[in-house]
T-cell receptor, first 119, second 118 residues
Framework: DVKVTQSSRYLVKRTGEKVFLECVQD?????MFWYRQDPGLGLRLIYFSYDVKMKEKGDIPEGYSVSREKKERFSLILESASTNQTSMYLC??????????????????FGDGTRLSIL | AQTVTQSQPEMSVQEAETVTLSCTYDTSENNYYLFWYKQPPSRQMILVIRQEAYKQQNATENRFSVNFQKAAKSFSLKISDSQLGDTAMYFCAFMKWGSGGGADGLTFGKGTHLIIQP
């Protein structure tokens, strides 16, 4: 089974702090993703990465950055945390399909989430 | 850009009943994937079922099946013989079909909270 592990289940930080959320996957997946989940808004994509040192902005990248120095690890960074970044953060990973179109971009596997509170 | 709409914020049914969750989407893409994910109170997001847009046959996974209407851009989930363990948030999600590889994020609906009553 795919295992996506997020380093913290709950985290409390103060405004202005630099915050790191860590995610590790154990299936050698090429693709990794960060989403935030807010009540009534569903999940929204922040950033994703399809290879080491590669990153792409999602729908709501403002106030965030990411780092992918190793294939298995994808970090989300809040450069200067603000109260509007209080949310649930979910990491996901997926493998890259091989050849046949039906195997492109395999389904994403999610971690358990980090509930981040910014005070 | 894609949008996914789930019009039912909450639904409640009795155990063993059949329930249908609705999902509509908007896209200009011709090839894409649609998913239903389940998120129980434990927060783990679990893939329920997947549909490739180029396949006309509706996907089924045990008690879960979809009604995929590509022209209408509709993708509903039917749960048969509902069980207490089906209580969860259900999210409909869209993903573009990447050509030549490369990642693409999911676009989610806002979710439907399904409650199965004993």
């Amino acid at each position: 089974d795919v295992k996506v592990t997020q380093s913290s289940r709950y985290l409390v930080k103060r405004t202005g702090e630099k915050v790191f959320l860590e995610c590790v996957q154990d299936m050698d997946h090429e693709n990794m993703f960060w989403y935030r989940q807010d009540p009534g808004l569903g999940l929204r994509l922040i950033y994703f990465s399809y290879d080491v040192k590669m990153k792409e902005k999602g729908d709501i990248p403002e106030g965030y950055s990411v780092s992918r120095e190793k294939k298995e690890r994808f970090s989300l960074i809040l450069e200067s945390a603000s109260t509007n970044q209080t949310s649930m953060y979910l990491c996901a990973s997926s493998s890259l399909g091989q050849g046949s179109p039906s195997y492109s971009n395999q389904p994403q596997h999610f971690g358990d989430g980090t509930r981040l509170s910014i005070l | 850009a894609q949008t996914v709409t789930q019009s039912q914020p909450e639904m409640s049914v009795q155990e063993a009943e059949t329930v249908t969750l609705s999902c509509t989407y908007d896209t200009s893409e011709n090839n894409y994937y649609l998913f239903w994910y389940k998120q129980p109170p434990s927060r783990q997001m679990i893939l329920v079922i997947r549909q490739e847009a180029y396949k006309q046959q509706n996907a089924t996974e045990n008690r879960f099946s979809v009604n995929f209407q590509k022209a209408a851009k509709s993708f509903s989930l039917k749960i048969s013989d509902s069980q207490l363990g089906d209580t969860a948030m259900y999210f409909c999600a869209f993903m573009k079909w990447g050509s030549g590889g490369g990642a693409d994020g999911l676009t989610f609906g806002k979710g439907t909270h399904l409650i199965i009553q004993p």
